[in-house]
Structures are given as structure tokens and as C-alpha cells.
């Protein structure tokens, strides 16, 4: 089981957001959290499926005390890829948009564990 806040934490260490008051709240890395939830999906449909291979359903988290039955090693690429995602969306500074391919590529490469 994937936990929001866990996903969360990480994300903040990568932006170097660690200590409150945060520079990206949970209301704006949930919705991102969700995005690269989804980016997981699609590279990986075969984590919709039970052992039988019964469709699961979508997985998403519904706050930042919520879960996800997923596999923990997946944290690393949920994170990673969220990470990549607000970047992308903090364009400001034009490091930003090498810093999210790189994180991108790190999600990418821990999606297929």
C-alpha cells in the first residue's frame, strides 16, 4: 500500500520544500500525485489487474490521508513522476524544465519494477 503523504514527502525533498510553510501545498501536489498515478497506468495496465486478472479498477488518492493498493515499490516512480509534473508547471526558470526530463526519466525507469 502507497500512502499520499509518503508520495508527498518525497516530492517536497525533491523540490527542496521540506519545512513548513510550504512553497507547493497539498492542494496543489494531490491533483499532480493523481497525474503521475495516471502516467503509471498508462505505461503499466497490468497493475489494474488482480492475481486472477480481474480489471481492479482506477486507483487514485482522495486526499493526502489517503492509499493506494499498490505495490510499495511504485512510491519511488508516483513521486518522482509528480515531481516532474510541478516543475513542468513552475517554468519560470528554464533549469526547471531540465530538472523535470530528468526526474521524468527517473519515474520512467522506476515504473518498470
Known amino acids: 500500500m502507497i500512502l499520499a503523504a509518503d508520495c508527498i514527502r518525497l516530492v517536497r525533498n ?5 519545512i513548513e510553510p510550504y512553497r507547493w501545498g497539498d ?3 494531490l491533483p499532480l500525485l493523481n497525474q503521475s498515478l495516471d ?3 498508462l ?3 497490468d497493475l489494474r489487474l488482480d492475481s486472477e486478472g ?3 479498477g482506477d486507483a487514485r488518492f482522495e486526499s493526502v490521508g489517503g492509499s493506494v493498493f499498490l505495490d510499495v515499490k511504485y512510491e519511488a516512480a ?4 509528480c515531481t516532474a509534473r510541478a516543475l513542468e508547471f513552475d517554468n519560470s526558470d528554464t533549469a526547471n524544465l ?5 526526474f521524468l526519466a527517473r519515474a520512467k525507469m522506476e515504473r518498470m519494477k
Open 43 to 45: 505505461e503499466r495496465p
Open 78 to 81: 508516483i513521486a518522482l513522476g
Open 98 to 102: 531540465a530538472l523535470a526530463d530528468r
Open 39 to 41: 502516467d503509471l497506468f
Open 27 to 29: 492542494e496543489k501536489l
Open 54 to 56: 480481474k480489471f481492479v
Open 14 to 18: 525533491h523540490l527542496n520544500d521540506p
